[in-house]
């Protein structure tokens, strides 16, 4: 008779998407795995998963209720015995393997490149911003063993997390989005955060890797490059300023699109778009690189240029009514760092709606140090470059960041919670009006973000 672990490792290795580690999100045949949370441990609700069909519970925690039921594995650390099973996933896996890591953009560019792969392949990904450690493990367990193409996020906070990963993942090509003021609290420079992301390519922990795409704009990123060339990597695709391997020849714009000029591996490519995002064209490029490069025809991209897939609370776009106006919000609210907030604050500044009001909602940024008062300080001088009509701020650094400032042109809205700011938004919005909401996870102003959209008939573009 096949033991329950034999039977758990031939089932997952046949078989896709199967793990879960949310009761609510099982489905027949599903495999919960009960982990230790912030309130409860999953054994809670491993009824609630066999009741919805689960084919097995797997559970480090021993409970007399359990004992009896074939169904619940129980085994003596969770973690490591899904590690050792996604090692073992990975090494029959015959694919392309790409991972990619940087400070910001890895679940967008993920979904970039997965969205125009699946127009010719068949394609593993890994879901939401599974980045961590427990989030490559489950993306190697859920991936289609007969995938043309898996792509996979490598994030860190810390030090020494990135190769660690990039043993489990093994990817060939990658890619490193960029490096920016993330994370400061642990790394404290951002020539840390380049050298952390550069053992993604560092082949003590990668001997598979073949190709390197990055962007190379600021002097942390050119760490990248030298690190690359005494790597010898094979293939270094630089991307950014003119003169590099891919670049941005030109953008204009008339009354209904933006012409874009590009170079891209001395290919030039000129799109028109309806609308210009400078991250959605960084994605753009990079997919358009990795398909030259790839051999792939790049008329699935040209052709599919106006469709670009919008990834939630990163730039996603919503149609709200407050008040029965119409609201249109942009969406930021996944996460901030300094040079995210400053940037998308000058996109949002070019943005000119007529009869629209334009209301600009910050929240904290979150793990940046000593300095982040300072930085939020800086925010708030870039926000004075333009008028808004209103701009409400939310979050303790944001406060002390604004007691700090004199003189400002702006009219500046403090609220602590997003019941506050929800409030002053029904007692002021009397006219249509476009908003950008900007913030860390896990703060008032995402909480927010959430709020509106399934308060106010929120509507998915």
Do not use: W
């Not at 939020?376 to 650094?397: A, C, M, R, W, Y």
Request: contains cysteine; aromatic residues 10%.
């Amino acid at each position: 008779m096949i033991s329950i672990d034999d039977q758990i490792s031939n089932y997952f290795i046949k078989n896709s998407n199967k793990f879960k580690i949310n009761s609510k999100e099982i489905k027949k045949n599903d495999i919960f795995i009960a982990l230790k949370g912030s309130k409860y441990h999953g054994n809670r609700f491993i009824n609630d998963s066999l009741k919805a069909g689960a084919r097995y519970c797997i559970t480090d925690k021993r409970s007399k209720y359990f004992l009896k039921n074939e169904k619940i594995y129980l085994v003596e650390n969770v973690i490591s015995y899904l590690r050792n099973l996604s090692i073992k996933k990975r090494a029959l896996y015959n694919g392309n393997v790409i991972g990619i890591t940087g400070s910001a953009g890895k679940t967008s560019l993920k979904e970039y490149l997965k969205f125009f792969l699946e127009k010719k392949y068949k394609v593993s990904a890994s879901i939401k911003s599974y980045n961590n450690n427990l989030g490559v493990i489950l993306s190697i367990l859920n991936m289609n063993i007969n995938s043309e193409f898996a792509i996979f996020e490598i994030g860190t906070n810390n030090f020494f997390e990135i190769r660690d990963l990039t043993k489990l993942v093994k990817p060939s090509q990658v890619f490193i989005t960029n490096i920016q003021s993330t994370h400061l609290k642990n790394f404290k420079s951002k020539k840390n955060i380049a050298i952390e992301k550069s053992d993604i390519f560092n082949k003590k922990y990668n001997q598979n890797v073949k190709t390197l795409f990055f962007q190379m704009n600021s002097k942390e990123e050119k760490i990248i490059n030298n690190i690359a060339k005494k790597q010898k990597i094979k293939n270094i695709i630089k991307i950014g300023n003119s003169g590099l391997d891919c670049f941005i020849k030109s953008i204009k714009e008339d009354k209904l699109n933006y012409l874009v000029n590009l170079n891209v591996l001395k290919k030039n490519f000129s799109l028109k778009l309806k609308n210009y995002n400078e991250n959605n064209l960084n994605n753009l490029i990079y997919v358009l690189a990795f398909f030259m490069f790839n051999k792939i025809n790049t008329e699935v991209i040209t052709n599919n240029k106006q469709m670009f897939p919008q990834v939630e609370g990163r730039g996603s776009i919503h149609h709200l009514k407050i008040n029965k106006k119409n609201i249109q919000l942009i969406d930021q609210s996944y996460n901030a760092n300094p040079d995210t907030m400053i940037s998308s604050i000058k996109h949002f500044s070019k943005i000119n709606k007529k009869g629209f009001k334009k209301i600009l909602i910050l929240g904290n940024m979150n793990e940046l140090g000593n300095k982040a008062v300072k930085y939020h300080f800086n925010v708030i001088q870039e926000i004075e470059k333009d008028i808004f009509d209103s701009v409400i701020l939310s979050g303790g650094l944001f406060k002390k960041a604004l007691n700090m400032s004199s003189k400002l042109k702006n009219k500046y809205v403090y609220r602590n919670s997003s019941e506050t700011i929800m409030s002053y938004l029904i007692k002021t919005i009397h006219k249509k009006a476009i908003m950008m909401i900007k913030c860390s996870n896990s703060t008032e102003v995402n909480k927010l973000a959430k709020l509106l959209k399934s308060k106010m008939r929120e509507k998915f573009v």
